[in-house]
């Protein structure tokens, strides 16, 4: 069988009909890991053996007719900055190479709960920090539509692996975009919840007032599937929250009467690449000819996300990474002369470049004489972020937007120049910054073949409402079915 | 405008706990200080009036009950420390107490 | 010249919860067992997060209350950032610019007995850190980290540097102490480092031309014993002076900051500490982990309506309702909250305060000591000692033979048998104290016998005692049997009452 023409639901629907089991698809994913991954580099580490044993357990309960849940025998790969008991948890980094967590994280518990099989761990930047998979320590991912290209970042492993077929599901996490974009980057299906929808326990603090989980899958139904497991309140994440979560799945594909969709100036700016912006334009189209109603809306505040956001990302991480010291977990160095020494020793060896800068930033917003002028200036201009959607979602329920400024750019492109790296995230930020939920679809593909993806946002809780104005277009078009050329030597 | 010196640089590097090459140091002063220059952007918007946002979202009052739960044994808790004589961490010798 | 000592104290208080302030792990001292109550919350493991114990806030506004301080209606966490390895996350969850309360004060009574209103800056509340044990041979090896510790709800009062010498600062703290424990919001057990304190020490001289100098401020870390407070501050005082006999520097010449030292008790100096390499910059910032806490009035009314009457209150009610003296007052109250309970049970009981405080503070204070025990074991209940005590208010026995009882009812104990108001009239009546149970005969025998000698009772009103012995003759004559003391002093009783 091949992965890359059946959809999550078609897998879900053979494997409990009996036509497929979870031991094949599981085996099925593995043999296609083991085919491209040596070139693709999504996953840093996982284990054949647990997986194919979980997969057989779910097959003997299945057959033994008991109850199995929602996601029963389904591979998911996990970004590998979530904490699983007894699975080392690296974050791409040498700093936690070695670190193997006591404990499960509350998605972890979920997908156990669920049935869900987990395949193994995927790469990122280094602590999520980067667009690109180019800050890992330990390897590079490649974009399984032109390996010259990166996958996009932080979860470029999570969005490869899908793309590329290794499996189904997979599990990022998104701090200024790190969902969004390397699914629009690599052509398939990828959603930041609200803040708070889904629960931090478990998930390494990169940012954590903008740090959230979420799923990526080949389409919208496989993304609301995973969704429905991952999201629900957690008492030991103070900022989760605890409301009800709808059957995201369900209604899928009920067209919304009346949707409006918000259309932004301010997202087709200079920058935007012109076949990025005839893609989302042509999306915007297909709305409109499915009879939504097409607004204006004005994100006056847009044009300061990108400063806001490398404010309030590097000082939280200066903090949430300051614990990294080689004292009670992780790597220490090997040779200092004193206690101090030693910290910054192992900070300074454990840490890579693009980690350390964002320290640095964070350490001097925050230090004395820098406070009021940094950091609480941009919890100021975050406000206002908010204020404007909160105006523009008064009179739309849907924003559409690009995801990128262009489609993936090369390895190596723009590693010395971090300001413009940080400027690819100029249309996903905002949601982190306001906690809204967003995703991001196939919309296109360029002259170059390269995947082109449509934001959606809403308002916060609204992902019932956003997942379905993305499965109306996704209903019209076919870019979520095309799959990447892989090496025809290929197993599958 | 900001000027961030190599002084300020390394002053950061300490109170961060980082060990940073002189080279290092220049790199990252550049880099820096291009980043910072840019986030001066937001000197344009009046602020005067306005709240600062921690959170993205506004919840108050998230307490647990202050109900025991199983802690991790000695080996669990020690299990990824670099240095243990089995029961504690070990650290080396901290030295600002006489 | 005149030098006044200027102190204020920065304390530390753990609170008595069951959980510790941001996990379910025990709170609970145990530095045997070292780094058995941790989880990965407590151990700032990757991906682990806090949430607020709500039993700790509670006993936050409690104590803040207490103190009389405003209670502020939205407070907030920070985070402050430094490295040491007992702080597993390399920052402390702390309170900064919002903390919970500010601006209360505590009554205190100084040497010269008078009442000092000592301000209250702030109370928050933190996490307090792990420990570390170092090296003690000197040959620099490894220091030892424990995490037990960390993570237990520390309660930080701030005082404004109202005090004004080493013992105004031990009365200070021991009030506190006092007021903590009958509040039950901490077991202050100071040996255990439950109750802990920074001294800020510096002296106000006032120079020969009228001008008054300040020495610079030197903060004195770590205090955990009363007298350890009292005797740091002795001698940081005197070594001010001295040095600024020696240099004269003083507070805001250029170069002065203020000094941290650390207190030897062995030894009885303050030494100075190593000085940091760079100034402290705790870049503090709200923890995005936590939300805020707002609190209403109606749940601070719900916590008012909880608390306990504080000892401060219940010295006045003492005094007033009891009749006490400020002195007897205070040496009940300052004994606890348990021995002021039974004090109060005592009172009621007998309905004589006076009486009952005299028990109390002497012959109960005295048994307690003897046996080392607290009131709580104390073997003679307060429903049989007001039993006890009510028949001398009533006249019924002489305060000696009293004691009689009250010694015979704790033999009693210590034999088994259990004191009881049942026991007092058995022991009565073995010890032949029980004619006087029959108080009409003797005080008519004395009445009558009274009446026949006027010189002899205008002798005694006039305070020669030694008149008595004729009365006494005659009234021992028919009543066969009788204690002469006993008879003595009801003699003697009968005619002051009459005077
Ligand atoms: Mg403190
Ligand atoms: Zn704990």
């Given amino acids: ?492 | 405008m900001s000027e961030l010196t190599v002084d300020d640089v390394k002053k950061v590097a300490s109170l961060a706990r980082l060990k940073l090459s002189g080279d290092d140091i220049a790199r990252y002063q550049k880099k820096l200080e291009n980043v910072l220059s840019y986030v001066h952007l937001l000197d344009e918007v009046d602020t005067s009036d306005v709240e600062p946002m921690a959170h993205a979202i506004e919840a108050v009052n998230v307490f647990r009950q202050d109900e025991p739960r199983d802690s991790l044994d000695q080996a669990q808790a020690l299990a990824n420390a670099p240095q243990t004589d089995g029961k504690y961490f070990l650290v080396p010798a901290i030295l600002d107490e006489a | 010249m005149k030098v006044t000592t200027v102190v204020g104290l920065e304390v530390h208080v753990q609170l008595h919860t069951r959980t510790k302030i941001f996990c379910g792990c025990v709170n609970r001292f145990n530095p045997d067992a070292p780094n058995t109550q941790t989880c990965p919350v407590c151990l700032g493991l990757p991906g682990a997060l806090p949430v607020m114990n709500q039993e700790a806030f509670r006993l936050s506004l409690v104590t803040a209350m207490a103190l009389n301080c405003e209670l502020a209606r939205f407070t907030k966490w920070d985070r402050k950032q430094y490295y040491y390895p007992d702080l597993p996350k390399a920052y402390q969850i702390s309170q900064y610019d919002l903390p919970f309360s500010h601006d209360g004060w505590l009554d205190v009574s100084s040497e010269d007995g008078e009442t000092r209103h000592i301000r209250i800056n702030r109370a928050h509340l933190e996490e307090d850190a792990g420990k570390n044990t170092h090296d003690e041979s000197g040959r620099g090896g490894d220091s030892q980290v424990d995490l037990n510790r960390c993570g237990t709800p520390l309660l930080e009062i701030v005082s404004e540097p109202d005090l004004r010498s080493a013992a105004e600062a031990k009365a200070y703290l021991e009030e506190l102490h006092l007021l903590l424990t009958y509040l039950g919001v901490s077991d202050c057990n100071m040996q255990e480092g439950s109750l802990r304190c920074d001294a800020n020490v510096n002296l106000h001289i006032e120079q020969n031309n009228g001008e008054t100098i300040a020495t610079p401020i030197v903060e004195i870390k770590n205090l955990n014993s009363f007298r350890g407070v009292e005797a740091a501050i002795t001698y940081e005082a005197d070594r001010q002076q001295e040095e600024y006999s020696k240099t004269g520097r003083k507070l805001g010449d250029p170069g002065v900051e203020k000094e941290t030292r650390g207190w030897n008790a062995e030894r009885n100096v303050t030494f100075a500490q190593r000085g940091k390499e760079e100034a402290s910059d705790y870049r503090y910032f709200p923890d995005p982990d936590l939300m805020p806490v707002t609190v209403s009035d109606e749940q601070l009314a719900e916590v008012r309506g909880s608390l306990c009457e504080f000892p401060a209150a219940r010295r006045d009610r003492f005094e007033a309702e009891y009749g006490l003296s400020k002195y007897d007052a205070s040496v009940v109250i300052n004994q606890g909250e348990k021995f002021a309970d039974y004090f109060e049970s005592v009172a009621k009981g007998c309905g004589d305060g006076k009486q009952a405080v005299n028990w109390v503070t002497q012959n109960v204070l005295r048994e307690l000591n003897e046996r080392s025990v607290t009131v709580a074991d104390f073997p003679i209940p307060a429903d049989v000692l007001a039993a006890l005590l009510q028949r001398i208010v009533n006249g019924d026995l002489t305060v000696k033979s009293g004691r009689e009882v009250f010694d015979e009812l704790l033999s009693d104990h210590d034999k088994g048998m259990p004191p009881s108001i049942e026991r007092i009239s058995a022991i009565i009546d073995e010890k032949g104290l029980a004619m006087l149970a029959d108080t009409g005969e003797l005080d008519s025998l004395i009445d009558a016998t009274i009446a026949d000698h006027a010189k002899a009772v205008e002798d005694i009103r006039n305070g020669k005692l030694q008149a008595a012995g004729p009365i006494i003759g005659k009234v021992m004559k028919q009543l066969k049997g009788a204690d002469p003391q006993t008879v003595r002093e009801r003699i003697i009783e009968r005619i002051q009452q009459n005077s």
Avoid at chain 1, 166 to 177: F, K, N, Q, V, Y
Avoid at chain 1, 294 to 310: D, F, G, M, N, R
Avoid at chain 1, 348 to 369: C, P
């Fill in chain 1, 1 to 492: 069988m091949s992965l890359s023409t059946h959809t999550t639901q078609d897998l879900l629907d053979q494997l409990q009909s009996g036509q497929l089991t979870s031991t094949e698809l599981v085996t099925t994913c593995l043999d296609r890991i083991d085919a491209h991954d040596e070139r693709i580099g999504a996953f840093l580490h996982f284990e054949r053996e647990p997986a194919l044993q979980q997969a057989a357990e779910i097959d003997r309960r299945r057959q033994a007719g008991g109850t199995l849940g929602a996601l029963a025998g389904l591979p998911v790969a996990i970004k590998d900055n979530i904490c699983a008991n007894g699975t080392r948890t690296t974050c791409a980094s040498r700093m936690l190479e070695n670190f193997v967590p006591p404990y499960d994280a509350h998605i972890i518990e979920r997908l156990r709960q669920a049935d869900a099989v987990l395949l193994g761990r995927t790469n990122l930047d280094e602590f999520a920090m980067g667009s690109s998979c180019e800050n890992s320590a330990f390897q590079q991912t490649r974009n399984p539509w032109d390996t010259e290209r990166t996958p996009g970042g932080s979860s470029g492993g999570s969005a490869a692996a899908v793309a590329a077929g290794m499996t189904p599901l997979s599990i990022g996490s998104d701090t200024g975009g790190s969902i969004r974009q390397p699914a629009a980057f690599c052509g398939v299906v990828g959603m930041k919840p609200t803040y708070g929808r889904v629960s931090r326990y478990g998930l390494v603090a990169f940012a954590s007032s903008l740090d959230q989980i979420g799923p990526f899958a080949n389409d919208v139904t496989g993304v609301s599937r995973l969704l429905e497991v991952l999201a629900g309140h957690d008492e030991r994440d103070s900022t989760s929250i605890d409301r009800r979560v709808p059957a995201y799945s369900q209604n899928l594909d009920q067209p919304l009467d009346g949707l409006r969709i918000g259309i932004a100036k301010e997202h087709f700016v200079e920058g935007l690449h012109p076949e990025v912006e005839q893609a989302v334009r042509s999306a915007v189209d297909v709305y409109r000819s499915l009879g939504a109603e097409i607004k204006e809306v004005t994100l006056p505040h847009s044009k300061y996300c990108v400063a806001v956001y490398y404010i309030v990302a590097p000082s939280e991480a200066s903090s949430n990474l300051a614990r990294y010291d080689g004292v009670h977990y992780g790597f220490r160095a090997e040779k200092f002369d004193n206690m101090i020494d030693m910290y910054s020793a192992t900070r300074g060896e454990g840490f890579g470049d693009e980690v350390k800068r964002r320290i640095m930033l964070g350490t001097y917003a925050l230090s004395a004489g820098y406070y009021d002028a940094y950091y609480l200036k941009a919890l100021k201009v975050r406000r206002l972020i908010r204020q404007d959607f909160d105006r523009a979602f008064e009179e739309v329920d849907v924003i559409a937007s690009p995801v990128t400024p262009t489609p993936a750019f090369k390895i190596g492109e723009l590693i010395d120049d971090p300001l413009a790296m940080y400027l690819t995230d100029i249309y996903t930020i905002s949601a982190n910054l306001a906690g809204l939920p967003g995703v991001s679809l196939p919309c296109g593909f360029s002259s170059e073949g390269l995947p082109i993806g449509l934001q959606l946002q809403a308002a916060p809780f609204e992902e019932e409402r956003l997942l379905r104005a993305a499965r109306m277009y996704e209903r019209e078009t076919d870019w979520h079915t095309r799959r990447p050329a892989m090496n025809s030597n290929s197993a599958s």
